[in-house]
């Protein structure tokens, strides 16, 4: 794909779909080596992981604080996506954040409308997420919707969300009067979805009989800031939320 065509399309749709990113063997050895980090969380990262109702876990996150080696990190820095992530963000950049969405089959949990950089606080938005299909994902096993363009109205407000593995959300009837088209990227295993940080997107349950894997590194330029204020502000209202979760 061409550079020019590429960064129109993000910058127009707030995301782009890359098909093959990753082979068969590669997405087999990030599974094997997500099996290690299960294991690993399990004994003494509880605060990296959340399980659905039946005890599967349905996200795992900030991987790269714990496990420093094996095939999750080098493929977090994967040559072809980096190049990617570069073209997108307009500067070099270096992955920042690893994560694993897994929604399993039948009762993994939905991921509340949102925009990355309410989260991240990165000053003029230097970053992008890279979501990597380890599965098939469609709209009914939890794919991913975009809110095609909604990246233009910059960051807006959210609340807290009450739910696992995504603390803050936009409020649900904000998100039911935008006029923005709703996209459910279809995805093989390998190919890879690339999100601007400000796109509005979200993810329903999985109801279907086939687990929804993604493997998730957000990148941000080499030189990226951040919003220090925003960032505690966030914090607080991410501790707000683990609060609520698990009083309830
Ligand atoms: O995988 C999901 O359902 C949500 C992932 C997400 O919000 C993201 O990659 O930014």
Not at 85 to 111: Q, T, V, W
Not at 158 to 172: D, F, V, Y
Not at 199 to 218: E, M, P, Q, T
Request: aromatic content about 10%; proline content about 2%; overall charge positive.
């Amino acid at each position: 794909m061409k550079k020019k065509y590429i960064l129109n399309k993000f910058k127009r749709d707030g995301f782009i779909v890359i098909k093959n990113v990753l082979t068969s063997k590669q997405i087999e050895d990030l599974m094997n080596d997500l099996n290690r980090v299960k294991i690993k969380v399990e004994k003494k990262h509880h605060q990296f992981f959340h399980k659905t109702k039946d005890k599967k876990f349905n996200t795992i996150h900030n991987i790269q604080k714990f496990h420093k080696k094996g095939k999750i990190i080098e493929l977090s820095k994967n040559k072809n996506i980096k190049k990617f992530c570069d073209i997108l963000i307009e500067k070099e950049s270096k992955p920042r954040n690893i994560e694993f969405f897994l929604k399993p089959k039948k009762s993994g949990m939905a991921s509340p409308f949102h925009q990355d950089n309410y989260y991240w606080n990165i000053i003029n938005s230097e970053a992008v997420n890279v979501w990597i299909a380890c599965s098939k994902a469609y709209k009914k096993n939890g794919g991913i919707c975009y809110l095609k363009g909604s990246h233009k109205l910059g960051t807006i407000n959210h609340e807290i969300s009450n739910m696992k593995g995504s603390s803050q959300k936009i409020n649900n009837n904000l998100i039911k009067k935008l006029k923005f088209k709703k996209i459910f990227p279809k995805l093989d295993p390998g190919d890879c979805l690339i999100h601007h940080p400000e796109v509005i997107h979200g993810s329903y349950k999985n109801i279907s009989n086939i687990d929804r894997i993604g493997f998730v590194v957000s990148y941000a330029s080499k030189k990226h800031k951040l919003d220090t204020e925003k960032l505690k502000s966030y914090k607080n209202k991410m501790n707000e939320n683990l609060k609520k979760i698990y009083l309830n």
